[in-house]
């Protein structure tokens, strides 16, 4: 079946750190490849996205590449700042993206301390 | 843009009674509105899609009759909680989308309910 695992959290930083949140995925045929992020009180917003093998999303200085030989699409920042805190949802759609079929991760909380 | 919203964000109510979350795309036509529930410490579980003007699809294991769901308009979508109990307490999470092909979903701030 289609799942996705993410490294569990919370996840504590200071401020101008490198953050890696690992994100791996099990699915059938090629899927698509999402990172969403929700801040504090707020909706999911789509952060950076990947539809095939070895794209790079990136976005506010977040990158994520989708590596097919390690099913994985890690998201990775080099300088994270206090307002980057929020919870970080890695997903996927199956076989390219059919609407209403994104398969989400459980979420890594992030907390950045100036 | 591209904004939506959910009313109550939060409901408290008994166990037996329903309750009815309502789920608005302020700036845009939604043509299909997503229901999701998410567990503590779980991913967020899709449990039924819908478009205007037709009858929702729900996920295996969902209840139709117990979540009822109506996109009567472009922008409102509303999902009810029927004889609510205390195993339904959940935070639901509603997302809109405009096309009828895969166009990126946007989400609600979702609606914590607890029935007591």
């Known amino acids: 079946g289609n799942s996705v695992t993410q490294m569990e959290g919370p996840v504590t930083l200071s401020e101008e750190a490198f953050l890696t949140i690992n994100c791996t995925y099990t699915a059938t045929g090629y899927p698509s490849l999402f990172w969403y992020v929700q801040y504090p009180g707020e909706g999911l917003q789509l952060l950076l996205k990947a539809t095939k093998a070895d794209d790079k999303g990136s976005n506010k200085g977040f990158e994520a590449t989708y590596r097919k030989e390690t099913t994985s699409f890690h998201l990775e920042k080099g300088s994270v700042q206090v307002s980057d805190s929020a919870v970080y949802f890695c997903?996927?759609?199956?076989?390219?993206?059919?609407?209403?079929?994104?398969?989400f991760g459980k979420g890594t909380k992030l907390s950045v301390k100036p | 843009g591209a904004v939506v919203s959910q009313h109550p964000s939060r409901v408290i109510c008994k166990s037996g009674t329903s309750v009815k979350i309502e789920c608005r795309s302020l700036d845009f036509q939604a043509t299909t509105m997503f229901w999701y529930r998410q567990f503590p410490k779980k991913s967020l579980m899709l449990m039924a899609t819908s478009n205007e003007g037709s009858k929702a699809t729900y996920e295996q294991g969902v209840e139709k009759d117990k979540f009822l769901i109506n996109h009567a308009s472009l922008t409102l979508s509303t999902l009810t909680v029927t004889s609510a109990h205390p195993e339904d307490s959940s935070f639901y999470i509603c997302?809109?989308?405009?096309?009828?092909?895969?166009?990126?979903?946007?989400f609600g701030p979702g609606t914590r309910l607890t029935v007591l």
């Open positions: 997903a996927l759609t199956p076989n390219g993206g059919s609407q209403g079929n994104l398969i």
């Open positions: 997302s809109a989308s405009r096309g009828l092909s895969y166009n990126e979903q946007f």
